[in-house]
């Protein structure tokens, strides 16, 4: 009763709101009790809705009640204080939602501090003090607190598990081991237990170590990571300052030869305005004379034109208009021929310089999985967009669906002329080039589809079979028809075998020198797969040997 009378008292002098003792109590309309201080606050948060409540009974008042201070209340406290009776214990003592609760508590329950396996039971500090002063419970097991200890407890037979049955892999009480378990390999909990924490010892140390590992492998990686940023950042600024040397070259030769150009052009205006005023003179003078001349032919007086004709008849020296050589728009032809030509050369040095500029690519194997061990979800995380080039595209080829399809048709289509197009083989090339790991799927259709991969710089026009996807070293390709597939290299054909599919993805690790065909389906089935040396960047490429064939590159993303 004593301890019932304290917690009485201990929950009246607590404040609801911040269950702390009572500072300057006041009751409101409804009767409860606050710290003038907490109720004021929680007041002060409802002023834009000029409707107060008390946060226990949630009653409202309007308007906000004057706060008068409860003597009786505040005597109380007083008193206990004086009697040195221990105000309520802090929040943080009562168990929370997430916390463990003392099963001896009554009312308000404490926090657990401790668990008991053999009592299956929960402790706060007060009601754990028996297992701490008494002999009796010197042996009992006390752990952190938890809520699951009622699975300690064998559901048939209502005992402590203390067995572990390894034929089962249980978790067993002593009567279970007589009876439904007789005969299997039991041992106590606490002997499977030490043998467990040794392996699982085992496995930390092992965790432990590719922890260390994967650590340092990361620092390297983050070395890597710095040195191609240092790397790439030198190689920017090398060659923006390169680019800007050819740029003012450039300037300086256009300055050059506007200069030529204007002081060929004066001088050639100069000679021709000289001739042009000399025959305006010469005009002058001959119209002058004609003009004489008519006058004299419509003289009557015979004696007098006779004596008149002899001094006008002289005529002063002609210009001979042959002498003249006039070329319609081509003075400077030869000037911006010569200029075409360096253009023209210009860009062949740095499509070939471009095409053989490549990034060393340092192999980081760390981490990266090989194609043998490669899902389809780990292809796709290489997926590239590849669309056609239309200046590659044989006449007989119909590109559409934004050139990510080609089709062959037996009329031709009416593309300009261009020196990258394949002239006579029905092929075509991608636009973007291929370097790193990638992958890509085509979906193809009909009797005879070529799935390829070529360097630039493979021959376009003729009927040679230098130009034929997988007849030279310059191209690879995976040859697909009714009955069966080939792989192509260097005119050496070689059967393949797999699963027909419509679908064929493509694996391309540049730097390693893999390329990978797979049948796609449900499941991935490599077809071919070829290792060398990639020595320049890869164009995917596409091949038809009937009308109707078609094939398309597959939105992966």
Known sequence: MAQKAVQLDEEIISCPICLDPLNDPVTIPCGHSYCITCINDHWDKEDEKRIYSCPQCRKSFIPRPELLKNTMLAALVEELKKTGLQAAPADHCYAGPEDVACDFCTGRKLRAVKSCLQCV????????????????????????????????????????????????????????SVEEHKGHDTVSAAAERTERQRELEGSRHNIQQRIQDR????????????????????????????????????????????????SQQEIAVSRVKELQEKLEQEITELKRKD?????????????????????????????????????????????????SEVRDKLQDVLRETWTNISLTETEVDVLLPQPENMTRADFLRYSCEITLDPNTANTQLLLSEGNRKATRVSQQQSYSRHPDRFTVWEQVLSRESLTGCC???????????????????????????????????????????????YFSYDKVKTPVSGPRSSRVGVYLDHSAGILSFYSVSDTMTLLHRVQTTFTHPLYAGLRFCFCGDSAEFCKLK
């Open 121 to 176: 039971a929960s402790y706060c500090e007060k009601h754990l003090q028996p297992h701490y002063q008494s002999a009796a419970f010197k042996k009992h097991k006390l752990v952190e607190p938890s809520e699951k200890l009622q699975e300690n407890i064998c559901s048939r037979h209502d005992e402590v598990m203390k067995m572990f049955c390894r034929t089962d892999q249980q978790c067993i009480c002593y009567l279970c």
């Open 215 to 262: 650590e340092e492998d990361v620092k390297l990686l983050q070395q890597e990571v710095e040195a191609i940023n240092g790397s790439a950042d030198k190689a920017v600024e090398h060659s923006e300052k390169i680019f800007t040397q050819l740029i003012c070259l450039m300037e300086e030769r256009c300055f050059d030869v506007k200069q030529q150009v204007r």
């Open 291 to 339: 003009a004489e001349l008519k006058k004299l032919s419509h003289t009557e007086d015979h004696n007098q034109f006779l004596h008149n004709y002899p001094s006008l008849s002289a005529l002063s020296e002609s210009t001979h208009s042959s002498s003249i050589k006039i070329r319609p728009l081509k003075y400077f032809e030869d000037v911006t021929a010569a200029v």
């Open 439 to 485: 992958y890509w799927e085509v979906e193809w259709r009909g009797r005879g589809v070529n799935v390829a991969v070529a360097y630039k710089n493979i021959s376009r026009a003729g009927i040679s079979h230098q130009c034929v996807f997988g007849s030279n070293d310059k191209s690879w390709r995976l040859i697909f028809d009714t009955d069966s597939y």
